[in-house]
């Protein structure tokens, strides 16, 4: 998605250690109209798919989830980082590794809200190395349902989880995969 790169190269800020900030526009401070084109882009390239329903993990993918939910006209649910206190019954976990935040946690769904049978999409705003992705994709295995692929608004190609995940068979659409990350500069792969 050439608007989302150019987003990207505008407000963007870039890290050391291949930090890639986008809470100017996607993630704390979300530009509503923008988030809008993203959920209808990702609508477009998954039209073919028959979701039932999309599938993401808190915080940052839930407004991107969202949006193309709205444009797909299916329900959302989102793990949780953990178990709360509310969440009774039968529930899907998987455990995951953050990289950005060097923690691990367990990804926890209500089983309620997967049927088993259904077709879900996957949404996160970023893949690096695929440890979300795959636990969701975990939960997914547990609920009995299908994955119909992934949805993806930033990939870091780079760092090799999106290509892991592809090997396997999963249908990754990522909107904008970078190459590299400079200090001031950042490339991607068309």
Known sequence: MKALE?????EGKFLPGNVLKVNSFLNQNIDTAFLMKIGKEISDIFADSKVDRILTIEASGIAIAVAAAIHMNVPVVFAKKGKASNIVGKVYT????????????????????IKSGENVLLVDDFLAHGEALRGLLEIVKQAGANPVGAAIAIEKGFQGGGQELRDKGLRIESLAIVDSIMENSITFRH
């Open 94 to 113: 998987a455990p995951v590794h953050s990289y950005t935040h060097n923690n691990d946690y367990i990804a926890t769904v209500t089983a309620d809200f």
């Open 6 to 10: 150019e987003k990207i190269k505008k």
